[in-house]
């Protein structure tokens, strides 16, 4: 099973995340089983008070894990003045910037900003607005880029798709309707995901409902015009497009539809041109496979952080965390 693997990796070179739901019971477990099963070193954030009772709730065992009250902490002045020098030129003020770094989540991303831990896992009981929110002010885009975007890593029962049955699917949940410039970030980052977490080159494909003119559309354009921005961007990266989904898929269709691609027939990154395409697509996959759809997990992020559902159990906590984990690894080495 592809999590295990990931938690095994995550295990081979421990990485330090923060979890800022530090009082929700799922996040305590979740930590117990990080530092149980080695995954990660994990510092949690809240009232002590209130950590150490929902701990009991739950017969958890927080040794090992670091619990950090970050509004009582000696740092918290410093950390205030950071996010008002972050967000000044929005005209947030000191006394604004104290009451926001009070909520966990901001606190917490701004401590993967400065490096003191290398990833944040949140979402657990904030919404998905809210916790991508707190990243995007916190740690913000990685040099040289402006999208912040998601994927889902998709596993599918047929082996013969993408690497073993694995695929990236983007975006299927943050950048609603990207411009070009966008959809080829989202691109670029989804290739650097497919490597980190598959460990494969990427083969990505920009879907339409077009293969290499086929049809002629403004919406087309846009896609052509990504693919040219990804070329410019990385010549050596193996980007093709406008394809539709069984021309990147299937090889019979992509030697009749794109024949010469380097891509088609054997996409493992799949790339929809707007959130509607692309979050369809992961569910309709999902169902009528029977495959699983594991995120979405950011990318795009200077460093990791990642949302979860607001129904997720402990487990899928400690999957996000080696996730994380991963993700902050193959940052590390690039
Ligand atoms: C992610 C999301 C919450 C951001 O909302 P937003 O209203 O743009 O957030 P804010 O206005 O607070 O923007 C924060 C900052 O991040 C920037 N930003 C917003 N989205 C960004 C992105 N995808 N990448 C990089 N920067 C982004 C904004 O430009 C803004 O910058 P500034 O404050 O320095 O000017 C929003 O895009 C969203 O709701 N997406 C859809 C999520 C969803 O419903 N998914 C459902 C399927 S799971």
Known sequence: MILQKIR???????????LPEGEDARTIAAAEMCVRERIAKITILGDEEKIR???RSVNANLNGVEIL???????FGKMATLYHELRRAKGVTLEEAEQTVKDPLFYGNLLVRLGRVDGSVAGATNTTAHTVRAALHCIGARQNFKTVSSFFLMVVPNKNFGANGAMIYADCGVVIDPNVSEL???????ADSCRALLQVEPKVAMLSFSTKGSAKHPFIDKIVEATKTVRARFPELAVDGELQADAA???AVAESKAAGSSVAGYANVLIFPDLNSGNIAYKLTERLTGGTAI???LQGLDKPANDLSRGCKAEDIADAVAITAVQSQARKIS
Do not use: N
């Open 184 to 190: 080829a970030e989202i691109a670029i980052t989804s």
């Open 69 to 75: 009250d970050h509004r009582r902490s000696a740092d």
């Open 8 to 18: 095994v990796r995550a295990a081979a070179d421990p990485q330090h995340i923060v």
């Open 249 to 251: 898929l299937i090889s």
């Open 295 to 297: 995120g979405p997990i």
């Open 53 to 55: 009772e929902a701990a």
